[in-house]
């Protein structure tokens, strides 16, 4: 069962634009909630994270935001830039810090 | 550079066959995780371990096993392989517990002829 849901599978956005990847979860249990930033033939690399007593979280360029009562958390990304074109992942962690990742969705930043 | 190294990156082998792929964690992690993503799939959870002992278990077929040793690195065992369990698997490492990032290693890419 998908605990997990990224519904947009790609995003394209111009250079200097906003990027905002959006993610659903079903799994009450996750109190950590981390996104993750995938190249082609890379593992993923840790982008930012949240935790579940909190609403907002900002790290420089990305900020994600989390809705606990719909379940729902959000990375914007502003401006984006060229090097952001990635494979983006949400994930809930439980307690015992086992992610369960979404399928992912390609953004892709153009001139 | 994540600090997690796996070993074989490629691996390519015959259906019917066995292998084992190796994952070191990063220094000070006790939690080592697997994950398999297939083609246009995301990171499926196969199986988690704290400190040499399994404390989660995801979708991971009978076939497949893992253990971590008390250096804490990690192997994950696929037997009897099929043209299906292709796949790129991932290890990732954390120091463990709640509210903690996981590293992910450059993965091994797994072909079954």
């Known amino acids: 069962d998908q605990q997990v849901k990224q519904n947009s599978p790609s995003l394209s956005v111009q250079e200097g634009r906003i990027s905002i990847l959006n993610c659903d979860y079903t799994?009450?249990?996750?109190?950590?909630f981390l996104w993750y930033k995938k190249y082609p033939a890379e593992g993923p690399t840790f982008l930012i994270s949240i935790s579940s007593i909190k609403d907002k979280n900002e790290d420089g360029r990305f900020t994600v935001f989390l809705n606990k009562s719909a379940k729902h958390l959000s990375l914007h990304i502003v401006p984006s830039q060229p090097g952001d074109s990635a494979v983006y992942f949400c994930?809930?962690?439980?307690?015992?810090?086992?992610?369960?990742f979404g399928a992912g969705t390609q953004v892709v930043v153009t001139p | 550079d994540s600090g997690v190294t796996q070993t074989p990156k490629h691996l390519i082998t015959a259906t019917g066959q066995r292998v084992t792929l190796r994952c070191s964690p990063r220094s000070g992690d006790l939690s080592v995780y697997w994950y398999q993503q297939s083609l246009d799939q995301g990171l499926q959870f196969l199986i988690h371990?704290?400190?040499?002992?399994?404390?989660a278990k995801g979708n991971i077929l009978e076939r497949f096993s893992a253990q971590q040793f008390p250096d804490l690195h990690s192997e994950l065992n696929l037997s009897s392989l099929e043209l299906g369990d292709s796949a790129l698997y991932f290890c990732?490492?954390?120091?463990?517990?709640?509210?903690?990032?996981?590293?992910f290693g450059q993965g091994t890419r797994l072909t079954v002829v």
């Open positions: 994930a809930g962690s439980d307690s015992w810090g086992k992610l369960q």
């Open positions: 371990y704290y400190n040499g002992e399994e404390r």
């Open positions: 990732a490492s954390s120091v463990g517990g709640q509210n903690t990032e996981a590293f």
């Open positions: 799994n009450s249990m996750f109190d950590y």
